[in-house]
């Protein structure tokens, strides 16, 4: 019975999932002994992971775990313990082991796989994938035990991977509707740019146009950008070097090219320890406030926003 606690025996539905195939026909291969069964004391299938992957390569069957060869009982356990215990230590140990073993390829893959999973929201592969591994990085690279070389190289596979996602979302997207505009990139001196491509791609998926500006933006350039696109939201993306003071300053300049006839919304966010306290500056916009994660990013962005573009009452704004 021990043996069926192990992670590497599925069940039948786990094999349908995985091999894109209805749960019918894993039950006839198993009839037909095409896979081998093997029975826990209540009854149920479980087959070997090896054993499947075996069926797939025999009848050409491509699986998400086709570019891990052979590692892809360990990439099958830490995609599971992503998505049933929320815990992606297991994701973010086989990255590193590759990123520092330079098999960028593999860990290009593993995220891609991981973020077109249907079991793993697009907020948490941001959050908990992305987020969490990049910290890591930065961590092991402050420690000395990772080169900056080793540090770009896992920044570059990750902005390969949102890029790829993002046509692939793009691609499967209706187009010809009418959509709300956003204006979206990182406060001028911070050169970190994978928190504003999260972003992007989050809007996007919200069926937003975004006009996407990159790192290193001066404020001034978000304020000429909205009003010249007529955008109904501004996200910017705060960084180190940049403080808290840094992003007073932001909403403050904003504040002063804002214009009632353009209205907006604005977001913050990203990785700084201590936010500024905004209830003594003057805010003209609507205001979706800092956020912290893409998880708060895309409820405000279903609860706030509506199916409908904001409008800011002009007597708010005076
Ligand atoms: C990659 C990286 C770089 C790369 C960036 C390349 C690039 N194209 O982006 C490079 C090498 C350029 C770099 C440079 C520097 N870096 Co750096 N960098 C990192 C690292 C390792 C990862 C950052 C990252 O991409 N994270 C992944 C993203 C997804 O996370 P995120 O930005 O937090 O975004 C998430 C949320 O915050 C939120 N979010 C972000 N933006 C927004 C916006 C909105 C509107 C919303 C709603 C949400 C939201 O959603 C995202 C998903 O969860 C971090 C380590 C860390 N702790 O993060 C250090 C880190 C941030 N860097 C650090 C430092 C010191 C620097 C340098 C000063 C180093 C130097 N001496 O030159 C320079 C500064 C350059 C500059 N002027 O900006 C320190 C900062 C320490 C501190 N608190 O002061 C860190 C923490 C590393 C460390 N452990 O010491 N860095």
Redesign the pocket.
């Known amino acids: 019975m021990e043996r069926f606690n192990s992670d590497l025996y599925l069940t039948t539905s786990q094999v349908a999932e995985l091999l894109s195939v209805h749960p019918s026909t894993v039950k006839r291969w198993c009839n037909e002994k095409d896979l081998e069964v093997t029975k826990t004391d209540g009854g149920h299938r479980r087959l070997h992971l090896q054993d499947v992957l075996e069926l797939a390569r025999e009848r050409s069957i491509a699986t998400f775990l086709d570019p891990f060869t052979p590692y892809e009982g360990h990439v099958w356990t830490a995609v599971n313990q992503a998505i049933d215990e929320g815990s992606y230590a297991r994701i973010h140990s086989l990255a590193m082991g590759w990123l520092t073993r330079g098999q960028i390829r593999r860990l290009t893959a593993l995220f891609t796989e991981l973020g077109r999973h249907p079991g793993v929201s697009f907020a948490d592969f ?2 908990l994938g ?2 969490g591994f ?2 890591e ?3 092991t ?2 420690a000395g035990r990772l080169r900056v070389g080793e ?2 190289m896992a ?1 570059e596979a990750l ?1 390969e991977v949102l890029i790829r996602m993002r046509e692939v979302a793009l691609e499967a997207r209706e187009s010809g509707e009418s959509r709300r505009v956003a204006v979206v990139g990182s406060m001028e ?8 491509l ?2 992007r791609l989050m809007l996007e998926r919200h069926g937003w146009k975004v006009f996407f500006l990159g ?1 290193d933006v001066p404020v001034e350039d978000f304020a000429a950008m909205q009003k010249s696109r007529d955008a109904d939201l501004v ?7 940049n403080t808290a003071a840094d992003m007073k300053r932001a909403v403050r300049i904003l504040g002063e090219f804002y214009d009632r006839a353009h209205p907006y919304a604005l ?5 700084l ?1 201590e936010s500024p306290f905004l209830d003594d500056v003057e805010l003209p916009f609507r205001e979706l406030g800092i ?4 998880r ?2 895309d409820r405000a962005l279903s609860e706030d926003f509506g199916p409908r573009t904001p409008e800011i009452p002009v007597d708010d704004v005076a």
Do not use: K
């Open positions: 941001c959050d992305v987020r990049m910290r990085v930065g961590e690279w402050r540090e770009h920044t902005i001196g911070d050169r970190h740019n994978i928190g504003g999260c972003v790192a996200c910017i993306s705060f960084a180190p070097p977001a913050l966010g990203g990785d320890s956020l912290g994660s893409m708060d990013f």
